[in-house]
């Protein structure tokens, strides 16, 4: 292959990088799945194609002054956003994210450097495969970050994995569990009463974060869902009168201060309603796909069931 092919190759490669980077950012709001495949590209590029770099750097690097300008967020910030908290400001660093995947790339060309270097020690000894050590380095560095890339796109694609009454769910340093589902169609007594517009279900799970991390919780960090795909937030009159009853001020938002909790959730979904599952926010997402890795090889992603007739 000609060098000119070969530097055209580069960069279109740089470019369709720079572009599906771009995408995740701002189409999807996926900032830091975006980072971490400019960064694994970026690696990959440099070492593959190291001559020319500081071209494919730059290409790879335009999509995050874009995002920025147009308020994409790329860094997790100590805000979640079912439960806004106190944190640093992360405005004035990630401008300076359009330096890591420059960055990367010159690692991979560091990389080809050493190993040049490596085989460059190595000729006295006139191995005759010597020569082909390059290129296999090459084409194996090629086909590792599609393989990663594939694997993580069909993990992420994959349908919701069910989880039964009392199933624990643990992502990173925290676990979830449904372990009662009562159906009502009143919270309460007297004036203070909430009648659901269908059916309550009120959900008993349990909060556990027995490790290092503290989770910030409150009810907007869980949702339902049902057969067809229609989202239900909690439901705020049937919230306020079993917080009433219970005496309890856990659906708003708080840190998890032990080993863990009693969450108490009330949602009003249909009487007729298909398949009701509940979803933990913080376990969707690229965020919570890497959170899942943390603990296990394959991430599923939980759904946990609500309708027991």
């Known amino acids: 292959m000609g060098t000119k092919t070969t530097d055209l190759l580069a960069l279109g490669a740089a470019a369709a990088v720079s572009i599906a980077c ?64 106190s944190g640093f400001p992360t405005k004035a660093f990630a401008w300076t994210l359009a330096l890591a995947p420059i960055l990367a790339v010159y690692a991979g060309v560091t990389l080809d450097w050493i190993v040049s270097q490596a085989l460059r020690w190595l000729s006295f000894t006139g191995w005759r495969f010597l020569d082909s050590v390059r290129p296999a380095l090459r084409i ?9 890339i594939l694997a993580s796109v069909a993990m992420l694609a994959q349908p919701l994995h069910p989880y039964g009454l009392g199933n624990s769910y643990c992502w990173d340093e925290y676990c979830f569990a449904v372990s009662n589902v009562r159906r009502v169609k009143t919270i309460g007594r007297g004036p203070h009463a909430a009648i659901a517009q269908g059916t309550f279900y009120i959900v008993t799970a349990d909060m556990e974060a ?18 067809d795909g229609t989202n239900y937030t909690y439901s705020h009159p049937g919230q306020i009168a079993i917080d009433r009853t219970l005496h309890s001020t856990r659906s708003h938002c708080h840190k998890i201060l032990g080993a863990g909790e009693t969450e108490t959730i009330v949602f009003d979904l249909p009487a007729n309603v298909v398949q009701p599952r509940l979803l933990v926010r913080d376990t969707l997402g690229f965020e919570g796909f890497l959170g899942g890795l943390r603990l296990r090889l394959y991430y599923v992603k939980p759904a946990f069931n609500l309708r027991y007739d």
């Open 22 to 85: 771009g995408l995740l950012a701002i189409h999807w709001h996926e900032g830091d799945a975006a980072l971490l495949l400019g960064l694994l590209m970026g690696a990959v590029l440099g070492f593959v194609f190291p001559r020319g770099a500081w071209r494919v750097a730059l290409i790879l690097a335009a999509w995050v002054p874009l995002a920025l300008l147009l308020h994409v967020q790329l860094v997790p910030s100590s805000e979640v956003a079912w439960c806004a908290s």
């Open 140 to 148: 194996a560095a090629i086909g590792l970050a599609v393989f990663f």
């Open 210 to 227: 027995p490790w290092w991390g503290r989770f910030d919780w409150s009810n907007d960090a869980v949702y339902a869902i049902d057969y």
